[in-house]
């Protein structure tokens, strides 16, 4: 199972000022500390980029984007990238970047709608393979959050952001230690790039 979708150009946009983040899914989620931690990550690797650009706040909202909804998007995006349409379930949310926590089994996957000022990070079960494994739904998280910042997949499966069409797969994310997977010079630049000083 890969990682992610190949990133469409047509969804492709940047955020003009902090997005706020909402966490759908259930009260106790064992997944909501890993969102903060990848928010922690992204922040402090925009401030390592030397962009002032920063992720918003984060709250934690009790509800679920529809199974059917986030089945129809992973299928229509990853692999394929294609623009699609922003689901009325994801228009309802709140904040601008909506991170679903999702008890389906579906690939994990990212989109953008730049114009709505909306973006979509929705992680599949936790308690289904690769995620069962250690340090693997937490770099995930991470992943999907940086392909809405805008970064694309490259080919290192040492690195965070690897994936299709390279054979990258999840479970290279497996560590007895947690840790998140670091980002590429090419990664840390197009940050820069996109969000400049």
Not at 15 to 35: F, M, N, Q, Y
Not at 89 to 107: E, H, Q, R, T, Y
Request: a positive charge; charged letters at 20%; glycine letters at 8%.
């Amino acid at each position: 199972m890969l990682l992610g979708p190949l990133w469409c150009a047509a969804q492709v946009g940047t955020w003009k000022s902090p997005p706020a983040i909402t966490i759908l899914g259930a009260e106790h989620d064992a997944r909501i500390p890993l969102v903060h931690e990848a928010v922690e990550f992204w922040n402090a690797a925009f401030a390592d980029a030397g962009t002032p650009f920063r992720l918003g706040s984060v709250r934690v909202v009790a509800g679920q984007i529809p199974s059917s909804d986030l089945r129809t998007l992973s299928g229509q995006i990853v692999g394929i990238g294609k623009p699609v349409p922003m689901p009325e379930s994801v228009a309802a949310a709140p904040g601008n970047l909506i991170v679903a926590l999702s008890d389906d089994d579906f690939v994990s996957f990212a989109a953008r709608w730049p114009a709505s000022g909306k973006a979509l990070a929705a992680i599949k079960s936790h308690r289904a393979w690769p995620f069962t494994l250690p340090n693997v739904a937490r770099n995930v998280v991470a992943h999907e959050i940086g392909h809405a910042i805008g970064l694309r997949h490259n080919d290192d499966p040492a690195m965070l952001m690897c994936g299709r069409p390279a054979p990258c797969r999840p479970d290279v994310f497996e560590s007895s230690t947690p840790r998140m997977f670091p980002l590429t010079a090419r990664d840390r630049e197009a940050l820069l790039r996109l969000y400049p000083r």
